[in-house]
T-cell receptor, first 113, second 113 residues
Framework: DVKVTQSSRYLVKRTGEKVFLECVQD?????MFWYRQDPGLGLRLIYF???????EKGDIPEGYSVSREKKERFSLILESASTNQTSMYLC????????????FGQGTRLTVV | AQSVTQLDSQVPVFEEAPVELRCNYS??????LFWYVQYPNQGLQLLLK??????LVKGINGFEAEFNKSQTSFHLRKPSVHISDTAEYFC???????????FGKGTTLSVSS
């Protein structure tokens, strides 16, 4: 079974802190993604990566950065957390081919106070 | 740009009733279509996918979906729902290799007895 593991289920951080969300997949997938999920807005793409050290901005990259130093690991970084970044963050991975689905982690619920 | 529209944000039904969750997509080129389910406090799980071939696709838990190219729709159906089907359902589209899935805003299915 494909497994996508996010390092934390719940996080509480203070405004202005630098926050790292970590994601690891164990199926040698080329693509990895970070989405943000908010009620009524669905899943919005923050960043994705199609190879090590490669990244592409999604629909809402402002206030976020990412790092992919190894194929299996994709990190989302909030440089200076703000209360409007309180949300559910979902990591996913997939093979490169277009006719493949994405596999999701359990999500990290981040609260910024 | 491609987009996905889920026409109903909430669908309440009684147990054992049939249900249809509607999804329309916009794209002038071939797309690959997916339905995901999210149970409370969990990540997303693939229900089914349309890649090519038969326009009627069967998935897990008794769900099926029909791809209609002329109407650019991919509606999800189940002939008889259970309480355990209560969840949020997301329609998604992918157009090119190496790109991310684009999601609709989700439909909350609430099944009551």
């Amino acid at each position: 079974d494909v497994k996508v593991t996010q390092s934390s289920r719940y996080l509480v951080k203070r405004t202005g802190e630098k926050v790292f969300l970590e994601c690891v997949q164990d199926m040698d997938h080329e693509n990895m993604f970070w989405y943000r999920q908010d009620p009524g807005l669905g899943l919005r793409l923050i960043y994705f990566s199609y190879d090590v050290k490669m990244k592409e901005k999604g629909d809402i990259p402002e206030g976020y950065s990412v790092s992919r130093e190894k194929k299996e690991r994709f990190s989302l970084i909030l440089e200076s957390a703000s209360t409007n970044q309180t949300s559910m963050y979902l990591c996913a991975s997939s093979k490169m081919q277009v006719n493949t689905e994405a596999f999701f982690g359990q999500g990290t619920r981040l609260t910024v106070v | 740009a491609q987009s996905v529209t889920q026409l109903d944000s909430q669908v309440p039904v009684f147990e054992e009733a049939p249900v249809e969750l509607r999804c329309n997509y916009s794209s002038s080129v071939s797309v690959y279509l997916f339905w995901y389910v999210q149970y409370p406090n969990q990540g997303l799980q693939l229900l089914l996918k349309y890649l090519s071939g038969s326009t009627l696709v069967k998935g897990i838990n008794g769900f099926e979906a029909e791809f209609n190219k002329s109407q650019t729709s991919f509606h999800l159906r189940k002939p008889s729902v259970h309480i355990s089907d209560t969840a949020e359902y997301f329609c998604a589209v992918r157009r090119q290799a190496g790109t991310a899935l684009i999601f609709g805003k989700g439909t909350t299915l609430s099944v009551s007895s």
